[in-house]
Nanobody
Framework: QVQLVESGGGLVQAGESLTLSCAAS????????MAWFRQAPGKEREFVAA????????YYADSVKGRFTISRDKAKNTVYLQMNSLKPEDTAAYYC??????????????????WGQGTPVTVSS
């Protein structure tokens, strides 16, 4: 059974940094694409970043490009999201996702069939 467990969320001030972790278990993720999405209260879930497990191709939403960095540690089966220069508009619950490439694009929620429970990030101004 696949499990994705996020950690590392919290309350920070604008301009500060946080690193989120997603511990993945239950299968090998070779050939999978791993991603971070976020959802603010009253808003739809939106794509943040994605990385292909085997090759390491990376994709970012325009809103986080240059500030956030996604990476993965194959030995630890963990995906990270380093978030720098945080802004109040980054406040949201952050979700880890995993799925086999289905041709729907890394930014589509329909690309992923495994989701974590989320970790909250609050950025105060």
């Amino acid at each position: 059974q696949v499990q994705l467990v996020e950690s590392g969320g919290g309350l920070v001030q604008a301009g500060e940094s946080l690193t989120l972790s997603c511990a993945a278990s239950g299968r090998t993720f070779s050939g999978y694409i791993m991603a971070w999405f976020r959802q603010a209260p009253g808003k739809e879930r939106e794509f943040v970043a994605a990385i292909t497990w085997t090759v390491g191709n990376i994709y970012y939403a325009d809103s986080v490009k240059g500030r956030f960095t996604i990476s993965r540690d194959k030995a630890k089966n963990t995906v990270y999201l380093q978030m720098n220069s945080l802004k109040p508009e980054d406040t949201a619950a952050y979700y880890c996702a995993a799925g086999r490439p289905l041709g729907r694009g890394p930014s589509s929620t329909g690309q992923y069939n495994y989701w974590g429970q989320g970790t909250p990030v609050t950025v105060s101004s």
